[in-house]
Nanobody, 111 residues
């Protein structure tokens, strides 16, 4: 069983930054792709960014140039650095691999 635990969410003003972390249990981290998603109440969960085992990254158009996904295999941790945050980035952020999801962490951006 793979467990994912996110941290790093919070309240920030527009233009500010936050870094989310996702720690993955077990010894499989270096063998799996990781992704960050977000969800606003009443809307579908959307993919924000993905990083492969080769560190190849992809991003949603809405966050390109502002968010950076990365991974540290030695720490079994994936990160999402979020800069120049906007009110529309407000959501619950989830990390994910295969069918496994974290519990989510709230990000709120005030205008």
């Amino acid at each position: 069983q793979v467990q994912l635990v996110e941290s790093g969410g919070g309240l920030v003003q527009a233009g500010g930054s936050l870094r989310l972390s996702c720690v993955v249990s077990g010894s499989v981290f270096k063998l799996i792709d990781m992704a960050w998603h977000r969800q606003v109440p009443g809307k579908q969960r959307e993919l924000v960014a993905r990083i492969g085992i080769d560190a190849y990254t992809t991003y949603a158009d809405s966050v390109k140039g502002r968010f950076t996904i990365s991974r540290d295999n030695a720490k079994s941790t994936a990160y999402l650095q979020m800069d120049n945050l906007k009110p529309e980035d407000t959501a619950v952020y989830y990390c994910n691999t295969f069918d496994f999801w974290g519990q989510g962490t709230q990000v709120t951006v005030s205008s």
